[in-house]
């Protein structure tokens, strides 16, 4: 037996961390000379999981196909998807007592019931308990994770359609990024807070007299009778209810007000993030650290969601079914900022503007914590 040294040059595919380079490698392979080396005795050299497998092209041999893999974009949508969803479970579950207060405090008219965020967060422990601060997180949790995921990934997607590489900044085209975003988003988010708002606010209708003519017949029965038998909305008889008297419009009560608030929102949302993100972009790894990417989603949400707060009220009103007695119905978007304006005045529309940054700041900035992590790309490792 003699040793036959084999100079190979092996040609690492892109997906190698080294990129596409012809590396010569010695291999040293112990058969009798005479013996013919053949493409899968070449093969067989290399070390699994370590190297690639060589590829040896021969004239009438066809090079060894690998098994069909999901492509880089495929795997980039389904993580966006993932990180869009988890980012949302973990924040709702974290800020939605806040979120809360603020639906009560922007409801409430002429006497006010709350004094402000803390007090209507201590009145709702003591009358409802703990758990009644989280009235309405059971539809939130459902529909957060296509909400988000639908946002952050038509965020990106419209982003990489608009410019060259999705990186070079383009004030214009972000903030067209940003507004297609807000249009693919309502299609979840206004059914999501039509149901959250009527749960969030039965907490207040039930200390607060409710005007007999305010709700349709089919949601009376949530807030009549004695606090003692007083039956507790459900989001599921409430969606029924909807559909069955008003038809799919019933979901989508206040869609206007929805589009109004949220692609504002966007549009200021995903430039101001990418700007002050890249004001600590480090170029070893390519990319921010993950507390100033946090710092930069809570900063960017905060100043978006205090600029889009009057359209925010507004949507509040129009998408409350019941009311309490002596409180306003309005038959539209404009009847209601010009009650809102005659009645109660222009600082009627920053109401629970506090309150929402607080609630938007750490929404996003754990999103765009969750997008550094790489929590969807770990995710679908598991299954490669």
């Known amino acids: 037996m003699k040793a036959t040294a084999l100079l190979c040059s092996t040609t690492y595919g892109p997906e190698h961390p080294g990129g596409a380079v012809a590396l010569p490698t010695l291999w040293t392979w112990k058969r009798p000379l005479r013996e013919v080396v053949t493409c899968q005795d070449l093969k067989a050299i290399g070390r699994p999981g370590q190297l690639p497998p060589l590829s040896c092209d021969q004239p009438g041999r066809p090079s060894p196909q690998r098994p069909p893999r999901m492509s880089n974009q495929d795997l980039?949508?389904?993580?966006?998807?993932?990180?869009?969803?988890?980012?949302?479970?973990?924040?709702?579950?974290?800020?939605?007592?806040?979120?809360?207060?603020?639906?009560?405090?922007?409801?409430?008219?002429?006497?006010?019931?709350y004094k402000g965020m803390v007090d209507c967060l201590l009145k709702t422990a003591r009358a409802e308990g703990f758990l009644g601060m989280y009235r309405g997180a059971a539809v939130n949790l459902t529909l957060v994770t296509p909400e988000k995921a639908i946002k952050l990934a038509a965020n990106d997607f419209f982003r990489h359609l608009?410019?060259?590489?999705?990186?070079?900044?383009?004030?214009?085209?972000?903030?067209?990024?940003?507004?297609?975003?807000?249009?693919?988003?309502?299609?979840?988010?206004?059914?999501?807070?039509?149901?959250?708002?009527?749960?969030?606010?039965?907490?207040?209708?039930?200390?607060?007299?409710?005007?007999?003519?305010?709700?349709?017949?089919?949601?009376?029965?949530?807030?009549?009778?004695?606090?003692?038998?007083?039956?507790?909305?459900?989001?599921?008889?409430?969606?029924?209810?909807?559909?069955?008297?008003?038809?799919?419009?019933?979901?989508?009560?206040?869609?206007?007000?929805?589009?109004?608030?949220?692609?504002?929102?966007?549009?200021?949302?995903?430039?101001?993030?990418a700007c002050l993100n890249g004001l600590g972009f480090d170029a070893l790894s390519g990319k921010a650290s993950f507390a100033h990417s946090f710092v930069s989603g809570?900063?960017?949400?905060?100043?978006?969601?205090?600029?889009?707060?009057?359209?925010?009220?507004?949507?509040?009103?129009?998408?409350?079914?019941?009311?309490?007695?002596?409180?306003?119905?309005?038959?539209?978007?404009?009847?209601?900022?010009?009650?809102?304006?005659?009645?109660?005045?222009?600082?009627?529309?920053?109401?629970?503007?506090?309150?929402?940054?607080?609630v938007i700041a750490p929404l996003f900035g754990i999103a765009q914590g969750v997008y550094f992590i790489g929590i969807g790309e770990r995710i679908l490792k598991l299954f490669e």
């Open 298 to 358: 809570c900063a960017a949400g905060s100043v978006a969601a205090v600029a889009v707060t009057p359209l925010d009220v507004l949507k509040t009103r129009i998408q409350t079914l019941k009311k309490g007695l002596g409180e306003e119905v309005y038959s539209g978007l404009t009847d209601c900022a010009r009650k809102l304006w005659i009645r109660e005045g222009p600082a009627a529309f920053m109401k629970g503007a506090g309150c929402r940054a607080l």
């Open 162 to 273: 608009l410019m060259e590489d999705g990186r070079q900044r383009n004030l214009k085209m972000e903030m067209l990024a940003g507004c297609g975003a807000g249009m693919c988003q309502v299609v979840v988010t206004c059914p999501m807070e039509m149901l959250k708002i009527q749960l969030q606010d039965a907490g207040r209708l039930a200390v607060h007299p409710q005007s007999p003519a305010s709700a349709p017949a089919s949601s009376r029965s949530y807030t009549t009778g004695s606090a003692s038998t007083r039956k507790r909305p459900s989001a599921t008889l409430l969606a029924w209810e909807l559909l069955r008297t008003r038809g799919l419009a019933g979901l989508y009560k206040g869609l206007g007000a929805t589009l109004l608030r949220d692609i504002p929102f966007s549009v200021i949302y995903f430039p101001l993030f």
């Open 76 to 113: 980039n949508i389904t993580a966006k998807l993932i990180n869009g969803g988890v980012a949302g479970l973990v924040g709702v579950t974290c800020v939605f007592p806040i979120d809360l207060a603020k639906t009560r405090l922007q409801n409430q008219q002429g006497s006010d019931v």
